[in-house]
Each structure stands twice: as structure tokens, then as C-alpha cells.
């Protein structure tokens, strides 16, 4: 059974940081590119950071860039996104994403509300 169990999440005043984690299990984990979405109230989902399966590719959302950072340990098959100098737009449910080819997997997203 697959599984993205994301946590981390909560309520951050604005210049504040959070760390979510993703704990993949029920299929390869190092062999997927990870991301994590956002999706904020009436908003579409946004793709904020992405790593590829040997971490070597990374990319980000420009809105983010330079202050968050996605990484990844595949010996714990967990994906991670530090989230640094947070600001209210970036309020959202956070969802962690595997993808492979064909095959892609979701997980049931965590709250961050940047709130003063």
C-alpha cells in the first residue's frame, strides 16, 4: 500500500520557519522525483520545489527561491522542505508528490498558516 504521510505543518508568525516532512513507503522511494505543491483557498495547486531521484536536479518556484530548500534521504525515504523567511502568501495545504513515468502519488497535505 502506498503511502505520503506529510507533518510538519502548523501556525507561523511571518519571518518564521517550519519543516515538513514527507515518510514515503510502499514503493521504490529512490527511484521517484519528489515535490511538494501548495494550495492555497481558491487557488489552483502550485508546484513549490521538486528534487530529482539522486537529488541532483532540483528546482524551485520562483516565489520561493532562496528561501526554501527541498532535500531528500533515501535511506529513510523521506522528502523534506525547510521553509525559511516565511511570509502570509505562503499560507496553503502542502502536498508532498512522488512521480515516477507513468506512476504518481499524493499525499493528504498538511496545513502552514503564516499568520501574525
Known amino acids: 500500500q502506498v503511502q505520503l504521510v506529510e507533518s510538519g505543518g502548523g501556525l507561523v508568525q511571518p519571518g518564521g520557519s517550519l519543516r515538513l516532512t514527507c515518510a514515503a513507503s510502499?514503493?521504490?522511494?529512490?527511484?521517484?522525483?519528489m515535490s511538494w505543491y501548495r494550495q492555497a483557498p481558491g487557488k489552483e495547486r502550485e508546484l513549490v520545489a521538486r528534487i530529482g531521484s539522486a537529488a541532483i536536479s532540483i528546482n524551485y518556484a520562483d516565489s520561493v527561491k532562496g528561501r526554501f530548500t527541498i532535500s531528500r534521504d533515501n535511506a529513510k525515504n523521506t522528502v523534506y522542505l525547510q521553509m525559511n523567511s516565511l511570509k502570509l502568501e505562503d499560507t496553503a495545504v502542502y502536498y508532498c508528490n512522488g512521480r515516477r513515468l507513468i506512476y504518481e502519488y499524493w499525499g493528504q497535505g498538511t496545513q502552514v498558516t503564516v499568520s501574525s
Open positions: 510502499g514503493f521504490t522511494f529512490s527511484s521517484y522525483a
